[in-house]
């Protein structure tokens, strides 16, 4: 009986030990399944670089009708972790990282001045102590200023999620002449100039300066700063046309203007930051033909102005106030009603029907270091506004959402923008900052001279396919300097 008992006992221990070797063999088996199981790969694009009239368009050649894919932001945090499992197993030392060579190539096809970049004059690198401010006016400061002064005891903060590959540059001339070769060799024809009252006087001739040495126009985006009003609004516009506009008939300017087909006259472009912040009746004062201070009809200082808008209602207010358009200037999709990619078929439709130009902004991002609570009052009405790259997959949907609805003009968010992480300038491995990889510091930068290009060629192809002549051209077939 007791021989038997002692059987029973190590034929039950066996059987314990059994399941446990089980239990970890099969554990191992979806550890290994999870890292080497390979990833969806978006499709290359593929475009060749013998002219465009014999070329027919990646995305007409996929499908004649672009559906906008859908951002997962579970799944985008899910690879993000398989790929630093991956990059842990394959390298010894977790603290270094091999960062690929770069593919960047020479640009093979015009400029187009139909796609535009945001650039920032300067980058507030720092940010002050203490990490959580306790009051919004520290966080004007950062912004307002483009820089942050330090009492002796400050220990200066790095503001910025990513570390650029130029380090924590001062903005001079060379690195300016840097940004815009890089810009132009993307293909991207127009840069828009986040711009104040207190901008640097020196600066802002030395981008001028030197984007006309690269063949590039400069758009402004007036920003909003304190205290503006109506009045100053229109004598920001007057120090931009009478400084660098056109002057006598036949002469050019690096302030970027558009051919305005309904009015017959080249007009230049500028950008309101958060337009809906001053009333209705005082956008008529400007806008309005019959306005005070108006700049339509004949007046020397008429231009095309778009309005940053978020919200729903302010669609209406962009009609009612006066404006020639509006633009989305968030690159977080989902983040307010303007900037929903699944939105901009309903906002073009509006555009249209109002004879409005509709401008989105599509950007590879949205990843800064900001921990306190966010001020929805300050923060475009929203507090999560944060979105993955998904190693370009991002960038990618924004510009095909933009193709998809055949929009005319698209801006990019931004091309150093480092604090909000909207940048596409090039960014290397450093502890504690994130980073493009698994591709190499320009990623960013060859996935943009991508799509302008495959913009350009959707174009034209869409014109070749619809058998379109001079005589048939609708206002969204033109793609470099002229609206409707």
């Given at each position: 009986?007791?021989?038997?008992?002692?059987?029973?006992?190590?034929?039950?221990?066996?059987?314990?030990?059994?399941?446990?070797?089980?239990?970890?063999?099969?554990?191992?088996?979806?550890?290994?399944?999870?890292?080497?199981?390979?990833?969806?790969?978006?499709?290359?694009?593929?475009?060749?670089?013998?002219?465009?009239?014999?070329?027919?368009?990646?995305?007409?050649?996929?499908?004649?009708?672009?559906?906008?894919?859908?951002?997962?932001?579970?799944?985008?945090k899910a690879r993000i972790i398989r790929d630093k499992i991956k990059r842990l197993v394959g390298s010894g030392n977790p603290n270094t990282a091999t960062v690929p060579p770069s593919e960047h190539r020479n640009r093979t096809f015009p400029l187009n001045r139909n796609v535009q970049i945001h650039y920032h004059g300067t980058v507030a690198w720092y940010k002050p102590r203490p990490t959580h401010p306790s009051s919004d006016r520290l966080i004007a400061r950062i912004y307002?200023?483009?820089?942050?002064?330090?009492?002796?005891?400050?220990?200066?903060?790095?503001?910025?999620?990513?570390?650029?590959?130029?380090?924590?540059?001062?903005?001079?001339?060379?690195?300016?002449?840097?940004?815009?070769?890089?810009?132009?060799?993307?293909?991207?024809?127009?840069?828009?100039?986040g711009w104040q009252p207190n901008f640097s006087e020196y600066l802002l001739r030395t981008?001028?300066?030197?984007?006309?040495?690269?063949?590039?126009?400069?758009?402004i985006e007036i920003l909003d700063y304190a205290d503006r009003t109506i009045e100053s609004i229109r004598s920001n516009i007057k120090?931009?046309?009478?400084?660098?506009?056109?002057?006598?008939?036949?002469?050019?300017?690096?302030?970027?203007?558009?051919?305005?087909?309904?009015?017959?006259?080249?007009?230049?472009?500028?950008?309101?930051?958060?337009?809906?912040?001053?009333?209705d009746p005082e956008w008529k004062r400007l806008l309005s033909r019959n306005g005070i201070l108006t700049i339509r009809g004949a007046a020397s200082y008429d231009a095309v102005l778009l309005a940053h808008i978020s919200s729903k209602d302010h669609k209406s207010m962009v009609r009612r106030a006066?404006?020639?358009?509006?633009?989305?200037?968030?690159?977080?999709?989902g983040a307010n009603y303007a900037s929903t990619w699944k939105n901009w078929n309903q906002l073009k439709k509006f555009a249209d029907s109002y004879r409005l130009l509709f401008v989105p902004t599509i950007g590879p991002g949205y990843?800064?270091?900001?921990?306190?609570?966010?001020?929805?009052?300050?923060?475009?009405?929203?507090?999560?506004?944060?979105?993955?790259?998904?190693?370009?997959?991002?960038?990618?949907?924004?510009?095909?959402?933009?193709?998809?609805?055949?929009?005319?003009?698209?801006?990019?968010?931004?091309?150093?923008?480092?604090?909000?992480?909207?940048?596409?300038?090039?960014?290397?491995?450093?502890?504690?900052?994130?980073?493009?990889?698994?591709?190499?510091?320009?990623?960013?930068?060859?996935?943009?001279?991508?799509?302008v290009e495959e913009y350009i060629k959707y174009k034209l192809n869409n014109i070749k396919l619809n058998k379109k002549t001079e005589l048939t051209l609708s206002c969204y077939d033109f793609i470099n300097s002229t609206i409707c």
């Open positions: 009986m007791a021989a038997h008992k002692l059987s029973s006992i190590k034929s039950m221990k066996l059987f314990v030990c059994l399941i446990g070797v089980t239990s970890f063999l099969l554990l191992i088996f979806c550890l290994y399944t999870t890292i080497s199981t390979p990833e969806k790969e978006v499709a290359p694009l593929s475009l060749p670089n013998d002219g465009y009239q014999n070329v027919v368009s990646y995305e007409l050649r996929r499908s004649q009708t672009i559906v906008p894919e859908k951002y997962n932001e579970h799944q985008v307002e200023n483009n820089s942050v002064s330090f009492k002796p005891n400050d220990e200066p903060v790095i503001n910025t999620a990513f570390y650029p590959k130029r380090r924590l540059y001062n903005t001079s001339e060379s690195i300016v002449r840097e940004h815009f070769n890089e810009i132009q060799n993307c293909g991207i024809g127009t840069v828009v100039l981008i001028f300066r030197v984007a006309e040495q690269y063949d590039l126009k400069v758009a120090y931009f046309v009478d400084g660098f506009g056109k002057g006598p008939a036949g002469t050019t300017s690096t302030l970027s203007y558009y051919t305005v087909l309904s009015k017959r006259r080249d007009l230049p472009l500028f950008y309101i930051r958060k337009a809906y912040r001053i009333t006066g404006f020639d358009g509006f633009y989305t200037y968030l690159p977080s999709n990843y800064d270091r900001r921990k306190y609570h966010r001020n929805v009052n300050q923060n475009h009405g929203i507090t999560n506004i944060k979105r993955y790259r998904s190693n370009g997959q991002y960038f990618d949907v924004g510009w095909r959402t933009s193709l998809k609805n055949n929009l005319q003009i698209i801006t990019i968010n931004s091309y150093n923008n480092w604090v909000d992480g909207t940048q596409i300038e090039a960014a290397i491995p450093v502890f504690g900052f994130r980073d493009y990889l698994p591709g190499p510091p320009e990623k960013y930068l060859d996935l943009t001279q991508a799509w």
